[in-house]
Structures are given as structure tokens and as C-alpha cells.
């Protein structure tokens, strides 16, 4: 039979089986008699709240690396990140948390920490909360597939709600909103945001992740051909200001678009009862497009390091970028982008004073 044939032929060191999942899988033992040869199982998933989990050995990360097409080590971080060299004589828990971010939030007294567990060939974000001496520790599920986060970035911002209480009687609550953007490449390559309400205790179930692709309608294969990694890799989170908006910037290799979009929250939400729709649905994003053109052209970011976007007047876009001394920014101007530089270290060093 072919899969038989498959297995004698010299020229193929590795297979990788998919035997299905749920009701319509193989087991090992009903494969491994088909094809007449032993074999081992590398992967499994596993459902867990909200999704499901993607779980292997490490043995098997560097054929699970070529069979992706990637190398077994995930493409550097952001500047803020920090991962353990090569050869660091390192704990698995120290490896697992090689790369975090923290903030802290005054009005509900809260201490955040995102981190990122690296699991070989995935990796996991983790939110853990420290309030009232408390640690209380929510995982951001990726997307099916051999999923990878990377540059994720957090904001922390405020806003009012109207409330009712139980005499119809007016209250305002200052409500504690940390939002959450990453790049994430698994089934589909694309950005997720996560918002987190730091005054409300939330279960492992209440925790929503959002393809921003799909909040604006946008689905279909994502391709990055002849996009540089710099335009699409680092999704970045701004405050509107006045608005009171967060603004979510971030390429959509679907359409092939950069996109800006507003994100809020529902502020009338009346009396705090299971049978208002309204209260029941305050953690749900309401999204606008403010902002929608084409992907920067790949030319001027060669050797990009320390990536940034900003968000201008009329929401138009702005990418900055570090390479070698050298600063440089593209603006989108009307109907394309418009490169530039910005200034040079050397030239800095030289203008200072000699105090």
C-alpha cells in the first residue's frame, strides 16, 4: 500500500502523520497495524477552556520545525524582549519565563505580569493579576496549529460607565481596561487583541481573544510574500485621547491592508442583572475602522531593528525604525506611504555639548 511504500523509501527520514482528532482519529496501535511499522506519537491536543492546546516533547521539536518550514528557534523579539542565548545553562521554568512585561493600575490596586511560556515548537501568553495579596493567573489561548506569539504589547486605559442600581438610581463606575495585541503565526498569520477589565474577577471562560481580521470582516489565507516581516510583525495599541478610544494599528495579510481601528466598550450599561443583554455584554469590543490603506512597501526596512507605530492625524499610520545609528519613520500620506530619515546618533553626539 502507499503509506508501506512511504516508510521503505530511503529517501524519507521523517513522516508526520496526521491521524485525525476526536471521533474520526486512528489510534497509534490501529495506524501502526495498517502500515505495518512502528510509531510513536509527538503530538496531541488537548481541549481546555475556550479552545484547545497543541502539546509535544521536546525531542521532536526539530522535525516539527522543518516539516513548518521554520526554524526550531521563533524570529527575534522586540526590543523589550529578552531570550536565553544558546547554550545558557537555564531551568525549564527560567526558559518559560525569558520574556515578560509588566504594568501596574492605580485604581484596582493591580499588578500585572504577561508572560510567554515557551513549550518548543509553541508558545504560550500567560496574564497572571496581583491583587489583595493575590495571584490569580489566566492563559490567552492561540489559534489551532503550531501557533507562536510574538511582540506582544499591552495598554492600560480608563473610562466611565453608567450604571442603575437596584432603585433605578444613577451610578458611575471607573472602570480598569488593559488591552492586549500580539503578532500570532499558526493556521493563519495574523493579529490578536485581547482586552482584560482589571476591576472584575474573571474566570478562564471569560477571557476573549479576537482575530482583528475578523472584527473588521476580513477572512481567507494570509499571505507575506513580498511584504518585509518589520510592516506586519509588530501590531502596536494607542490611546485616542479625547475619543477615549483604544486604537489598534496592525497589518491584514487577507486583504493586504493596514488597518487602524477604534476599539470600545458599551458605557449605558443600566442594572447590573443577568437578564440585561446590555450589562451582560460590557466586555464585548465595539469596533469602528478609522483608518484602512495599503502595506508599506518592503524597501526601506532592511535590517530593521526596534519597530514602532505610531497613530496621526486622521489616523493615519506612522512606522519608525532603528538601523544600525541611523533613525528612520514612513508616514502614509494620501494615497501611499512616504519614507524618510529622521536624524543620525553621530550627528547627535557631535551637536552635544562637551557637559
Not at 520574556?99 to 497572571?128: F, G, P
Not at 530593521?304 to 544600525?324: L, M
Request: proline letters at 7%; charged letters at 15%.
Amino acid at each position: 500500500m502507499y503509506a508501506q511504500r512511504l516508510f521503505d523509501d530511503a529517501r524519507i527520514s521523517t513522516l508526520l502523520v496526521d491521524t485525525g482528532y476526536g471521533s474520526q482519529a486512528s489510534t497509534p496501535a490501529d495506524f501502526a497495524r495498517t502500515v505495518g511499522r512502528p510509531v510513536r506519537t509527538i503530538v496531541r491536543i488537548e481541549s481546555v477552556a475556550g479552545g484547545f492546546r497543541i502539546m509535544t516533547l521536546p525531542a521532536f521539536a526539530p522535525a516539527l520545525a522543518s516539516f513548518q518550514g521554520k526554524p526550531e528557534t521563533p524570529p527575534s523579539q522586540s526590543s523589550s524582549a529578552s531570550t536565553p542565548e544558546a547554550g545558557d545553562q537555564k531551568t525549564a521554568r527560567q526558559q518559560a519565563e525569558a520574556w515578560y512585561n509588566d504594568a501596574y493600575d492605580d485604581v484596582s490596586k493591580s499588578l500585572v505580569l504577561l508572560w510567554k511560556e515557551e513549550i518548543t515548537v509553541v508558545n504560550t501568553l500567560h496574564i497572571s493579576i496581583l491583587q489583595n495579596g493575590t495571584w490569580t493567573s489566566r492563559d490567552l489561548l492561540p489559534n489551532l496549529g503550531f501557533a507562536h506569539a510574538f511582540n506582544p504589547q499591552m495598554l492600560l486605559t480608563h473610562f466611565y460607565v453608567h450604571l442603575l442600581d437596584a432603585n433605578g438610581n444613577d451610578q458611575w463606575q471607573y472602570k480598569s481596561l488593559l488591552s492586549l495585541v500580539w503578532w500570532e503565526e499558526a493556521n493563519l498569520r495574523q493579529a490578536r487583541y485581547c482586552p482584560f477589565f482589571l476591576d472584575e474577577t474573571l474566570q478562564q471562560s471569560d477571557v476573549a481573544v479576537y482575530d482583528l481580521p475578523t472584527l473588521i470582516g476580513s477572512s481567507g489565507a494570509s499571505s507575506y510574500e513580498g511584504i518585509s516581516s518589520p510592516v506586519y510583525f509588530y501590531p502596536a495599541l494607542r490611546y485616542e485621547g479625547p475619543g477615549g478610544a483604544v486604537l489598534a494599528s496592525f497589518v491584514d495579510l487577507a486583504s493586504q491592508q493596514h488597518v487602524v481601528i477604534r476599539v470600545t466598550f458599551p458605557t449605558d450599561l443600566g442594572k447590573p442583572d443577568v437578564g440585561n443583554i446590555t450589562y451582560q455584554r460590557r466586555r464585548e469590543p465595539i469596533v469602528g475602522i478609522a483608518f484602512r490603506g495599503g502595506i508599506a512597501s518592503p524597501s526601506p526596512f532592511e535590517g530593521a531593528q526596534s519597530v514602532n507605530t505610531y497613530v496621526g492625524p486622521n489616523y493615519n499610520p506612522t512606522i519608525s525604525w532603528q538601523n544600525g545609528d541611523s533613525l528612520f519613520f514612513t508616514r502614509y500620506q494620501g494615497t501611499g506611504w512616504s519614507p524618510s530619515t529622521i536624524t543620525s546618533a553621530p550627528m547627535i553626539r557631535r551637536r552635544s555639548r562637551p557637559w
